[in-house]
C-alpha cells in the first residue's frame, strides 16, 4: 500500500498506522504580523471566553491578522484618550518642569484609566 494517494475527488490521503487512509488537512497560510500586549491579551479572552470565534479564526486563516487589528485599535484608543484627558485635566510640559512627580503620577492615572476603557471596549467584547 502506498503511504501518500490523491483521490479522485482531488484530495490527498496518508496512511496510518492502523493500516486507515485519512485526509490530509492544513491550515490556510497566515500573514504574520507582529503582537504586543493587547492582541496577546485579546488571544487569552478568545480561548477561555469566545471559543467559536477563536477556531473560527484560526481555520480561517486570519487569527494573526485580527489580533493585529486588535492591538493597533488599542494603542490607538490609548493614545487618543491619554491627549483628550490631559488636555481636560490641565497636565502640561509646564507642570512637569514644576513638579515632575505630581506629572507623573497624574500621568500614571490617566494611562491607567485609558487602557481600562480600552480593555474593555476593544478586547473583551
Given amino acids: 500500500m502506498e503511504k501518500h494517494i490523491m483521490g ?8 496510518g498506522e492502523d493500516g486507515l487512509y485519512y485526509t490530509d488537512l492544513y491550515l490556510p497560510e497566515e500573514t504574520e504580523y507582529p503582537i504586543g500586549k493587547y492582541g496577546m491579551l485579546r488571544k487569552s479572552y478568545l480561548q477561555e471566553h469566545r471559543k467559536e470565534l477563536y477556531l473560527e479564526l484560526v481555520l480561517a486563516g486570519k487569527l494573526n491578522e485580527h489580533l493585529h487589528q486588535i492591538d493597533e485599535e488599542c494603542n490607538q484608543m490609548m493614545d487618543r484618550l491619554v491627549e483628550q484627558v490631559k488636555e481636560r485635566q490641565g497636565v502640561t510640559e509646564e507642570l512637569k518642569l514644576q513638579n515632575q512627580m505630581a506629572w507623573v503620577g497624574r500621568m500614571n492615572d490617566i494611562r491607567a484609566c485609558a487602557e481600562e476603557i480600552a480593555l474593555n471596549k476593544i478586547v473583551y467584547r
Avoid at 8 to 15: A, D, P, R, V
Fill in 8 to 15: 479522485e475527488n482531488g484530495i490527498s490521503y496518508t496512511l
